[in-house]
Every structure is written in C-alpha cells, then in structure tokens.
C-alpha cells in the first residue's frame, strides 16, 4: 500500500502544508516537513504592530464573489476569521501631487490605463502573428513620463501583482478582495490546516514529523530514492521530495541538487521574475489623514516611479489605531531594504509633509519587512514574463527524478497569491501520488516474476 513510500516535504508555507495534507490523506504515514525558519506560515506572517495584527506578507483573500469558490475564502469563512472589504478604486480620485494639492478627478488615470491596455493587446497580437520573444512590460511602446502617469503605471503593473487581464483570479473566483484583519492572523488557516493530521494542543504543533529551523542544503538524488542534508548536519532520506521553497530561493544556491538540475529546469527558473513587494507600516500619535470608505487608498505623484507611492489608512480595518501602510515595490524594495529604519521614515514623513503639510507629527513607530534580503523567501512572489508561453511554467513544475516542486510559483493560474501557494500543493501531491501508484504496481508485477 502507500504506506511504504515515504516523503520529505520542504517548506511549511501554505503550499508544503497543504501538499502535505493531501499526503497525509492519502495514508502516507512516513512523512516528514523540513521548514528552515522557526515557524510555519512563510510568506503569510503576521507581527504585533502599534497594537494591532499586520500582515507583513500576504494580506488580502483575492478573488471573492465569482462563479466558483475560492477555497482560502471557504477556508477563512469556516473559522470565521475578521475580514474586510477592500475597494482600491477610489484610489485614483486620491492622488496627490507634491504640493499637497489633490487631482480633480480620476480621468488621467482612466486614459492612462486604457492606453496601457491597448499596448498590451498590440504585443499580444504581434504574438499571435509568430512573433514570439520573452520582452516584458519594459518594452511597451508607451512610456510614462508625468508624475501622475508614473504612479498610475506603477498601480497597474507593481501594486496590482503585474497582471495582464484576463486576471485568472478574478474569472474563476471574483473580484472582490478582503483584506484579513484578524488578531490570530492570515496564518491561522494554517494551524487550523495542521490539525487535521499533525499533533497539536493548544493551538502548538506537538508532532516531531514538522521539523523547524532545518535549513536545507543540499538533494542527493537517484532512481531509488533523494537524501536531504541540513545546515546543522542532519540527513533525511525518502523515497520523494516535494520542494516548495521560493522561486527566488531556487535562483540562489541555498540549495544544491546532487546531480545538478538538468538545463531545461534552471533555464525556466531563471526565466520567471521575482517581484519584491514591501508594505511599510507607520504609527502615529493621532490621525491627520482624510478618513471613511473612499479615503482608504491613496496615492502620492512624484517624478520618481514607485517613491512612496501607494498608501494605505488602516482605520476601517482597525478604527483607532493610527498606522498607516506604504507599498514600495522591487527596486525601491530593496534600497529601503539596504538602510536603516530610520532614514526610511524620515523618507515617508518627507513624502507625508509633502501631502498633508508640514505641521503633522512624527511617526512614533515604524515596521520594515526584508522579503528580498531574507535567505528563505528572496522576494515576495514570482512573475512571468507578459509574453511568455507556459512551457516556463510547466518546466518549472515538472518533476527531477523523484524530487516534485510545487509553490506559488507553479500554479498555472494563479502564481503569486495564497490560493495558488494552497492549490499548487494539491496538484503537486495528487501528481506525485500518480507516480508512487505506478511505481508500486511496477514492484508488484516484478515480483510475480519471481
Ligand atoms: P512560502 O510561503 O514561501 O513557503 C515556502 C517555505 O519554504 C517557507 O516557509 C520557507 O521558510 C521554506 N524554505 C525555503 N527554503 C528552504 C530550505 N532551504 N529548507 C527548508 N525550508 C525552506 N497573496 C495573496 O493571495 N494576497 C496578498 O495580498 C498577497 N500579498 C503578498 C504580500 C507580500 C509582501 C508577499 C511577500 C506575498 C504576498 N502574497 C499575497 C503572496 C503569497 O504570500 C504567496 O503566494 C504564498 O504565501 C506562497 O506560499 P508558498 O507555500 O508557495 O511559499
């Protein structure tokens, strides 16, 4: 039975646990969970901030209200976990230019965006005809140059996950988004997702087949079987592996594969781009921002893309509370990454003077996230290519030996968000379960021959 195959499963983020669910499910009982950090949650991870729960990754459920489902929103429906609506489309009658002074109305944004979009269909169309390199959005031969179209641009290709519409999150499931306000956290799917097969007690995992703080280095793998080594000198061995660990971990050399991956596997995980996403949070004495439902989002203009750009009040999620959240994104991700906490607040009051005048007070706290200089994760979540065919995809996915890769990363309609990190582990485990049912019947028929 499937019993005898045993796994290794690496990474105890939304994808490695809901892989290992499936596997547990399906009665593999020799199974065992390497996370390199001291928790599970990966890029689902909340901190006590000023008071109040924040999302320092993933924060909002995307994709509520459609024609199917979403099961991270049946799942936070079950538990009952605090939501709220959000509405990012009065974020362009927000827009603030670096007088302080508030544009008239979204119109520019409107014009902008539909521009962008015909753009987009152009390279699409040169696609179809047999055109097919790998330029990206760079390329577009429509360039933003005001600092109103800098910061739309910004919205539509760094905010909004770089998608290209159709957005297969939104088709299947909606497009609605809740953002988690909840003081157990986003994270709390998870534990609840651990206790239907893992010893827990009191909301702590008690069962020694989640192994934490087990850095893994290094996959020695052949027909019969894959050895895993850790930093701290511990060996595993299994049958198979399922790797969930990051694209931008498997572009670095935490991990080296004994033989090494073939050409096809490290040229496509090169090929997929790694997005940095950086939500800074601030903590005020008092409020000085323009609250109430259409104030939630806004934007600040400048003539250098993606400078503070994005803001976000946190009183309808958290009345009182006086934090408020910047998006900073890949290159000014990681600038901000490289100083001190410090000189980055004293960029955002600069920004905020800008907006709301020079009498508002300082920022009594400030929260900096590192996704891109973390050596687990080395960014926040992939991004292919606008015009790439999916073979990137599915090189990426598909399986070394016995070594099986799931993530984000690998979820053909839905890379980058939790729902593809949880869907991605499902469809990873039920390939890998294929695979050990055909190995098995191939065992039994050999020793019929004897
Ligand atoms: P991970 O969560 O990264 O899990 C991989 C695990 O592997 C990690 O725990 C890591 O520590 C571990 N690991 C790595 N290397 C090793 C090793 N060598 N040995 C052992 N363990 C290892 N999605 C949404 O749906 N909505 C959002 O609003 C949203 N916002 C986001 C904002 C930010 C700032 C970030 C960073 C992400 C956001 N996402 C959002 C994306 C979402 O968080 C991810 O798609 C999803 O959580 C990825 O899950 P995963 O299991 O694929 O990877």
């Known amino acids: 039975?499937?019993?005898?195959?045993?796994?290794?499963?690496?990474?105890?983020?939304?994808?490695?646990?809901?892989?290992?669910?499936?596997?547990?499910?399906?009665?593999?009982?020799?199974?065992?969970?390497?996370?390199?950090?001291?928790?599970?949650?990966?890029?689902?991870?909340?901190?006590m901030f000023g008071g109040v729960s924040v999302e320092l990754g993933a924060g909002w459920i995307v994709g509520v209200g459609g024609k199917e489902s979403n099961p991270v929103w049946e799942l936070a429906a079950q538990l009952g976990l605090r939501t709220c609506f959000s509405d990012y489309s009065n974020a362009r009658y927000n827009i603030y230019d670096r007088s302080g002074k508030i544009f008239p109305s979204g119109i520019a944004a409107d014009s902008y965006k539909k521009a962008v979009d015909s753009a987009i269909q152009k390279l699409r169309d040169q696609e179809a005809n047999g055109f097919d390199d790998n330029s990206n959005r760079t390329e577009l031969p429509l360039t933003p140059k005001t600092p109103i179209e800098l910061a739309i641009d910004f919205i539509l290709h760094d905010f909004e996950m770089a998608e290209v519409e159709p957005i297969s999150t939104?088709?299947?499931?909606?497009?609605?988004?809740?953002?988690?306000?909840?003081?157990?956290?986003?994270?709390?799917?998870?534990?609840?997702?651990?206790?239907?097969?893992?010893?827990?007690s009191e909301g702590k995992i008690l069962d020694n087949r989640l192994k934490l703080n087990k850095v893994v280095r290094e996959l020695q793998h052949s027909r019969n079987g894959v050895t895993v080594r850790t930093e701290d000198g511990c060996v595993y061995e299994a049958n198979y592996v399922i790797l969930s660990a990051s694209i931008g971990v498997l572009q670095s050399d935490l991990i080296s594969f004994r033989p090494p991956l073939p050409r096809w596997k490290t040229k496509a995980i090169e090929k997929c781009d790694v997005m940095v996403y950086t939500k800074i949070f601030l903590k005020f004495p008092y409020k000085f921002w323009p609250c109430g439902p259409e104030k939630e989002f806004f934007i600040y203009a400048h003539e250098r893309r993606g400078y503070y750009t994005f803001w976000q009040h946190m009183e309808n999620t958290y009345?009182?509370?006086?934090?408020?959240?910047?998006?900073?994104?890949?290159?000014?991700?990681?600038?901000?990454?490289?100083?001190?906490?410090?000189?980055?607040?004293?960029?955002?009051?600069?920004?905020?003077?800008?907006m709301f005048g020079p009498d508002i007070p300082n920022a009594t706290g400030i929260l900096v996230p590192r996704w891109w200089n973390n050596r687990f994760?080395?960014?926040?979540?992939?991004?292919?290519?606008?015009?790439?065919?999916?073979?990137?995809?599915?090189?990426i996915k598909a399986p070394v030996g016995r070594i099986?890769?799931?993530?984000?990363?690998?979820?053909?309609?839905?890379?980058?968000?939790?729902?593809?990190?949880?869907?991605?582990?499902?469809?990873?485990?039920?390939?890998?379960?294929?695979?050990?049912?055909?190995?098995?019947r191939k065992n039994d028929s050999q020793n019929q021959n004897f």
Do not use: W
């Open 377 to 395: 994760q080395r960014g926040s979540y992939s991004n292919y290519p606008i015009i790439s065919n999916n073979q990137v995809l599915n090189d």
């Open 170 to 200: 939104f088709v299947d499931f909606g497009e609605r988004e809740f953002l988690v306000a909840d003081e157990r956290g986003y994270e709390y799917l998870l534990y609840k997702m651990v206790e239907d097969f893992l010893f827990t």
């Open 319 to 354: 009345p009182g509370s006086n934090i408020l959240v910047v998006t900073l994104t890949n290159g000014e991700s990681k600038r901000v990454e490289t100083q001190s906490n410090e000189e980055t607040l004293k960029e955002a009051m600069c920004v905020l003077r800008d």
């Open 1 to 47: 039975s499937s019993s005898l195959s045993s796994v290794i499963v690496i990474g105890a983020g939304v994808s490695g646990i809901s892989a290992a669910k499936v596997l547990a499910e399906n009665g593999i009982e020799d199974l065992v969970i390497l996370e390199a950090s001291d928790r599970i949650g990966g890029r689902i991870c909340k901190e």
């Open 404 to 440: 099986f890769f799931t993530g984000e990363h690998t979820s053909e309609r839905f890379n980058g968000y939790v729902h593809g990190g949880y869907l991605a582990g499902i469809d990873t485990t039920k390939a890998l379960l294929e695979e050990i049912r055909k190995d098995e």
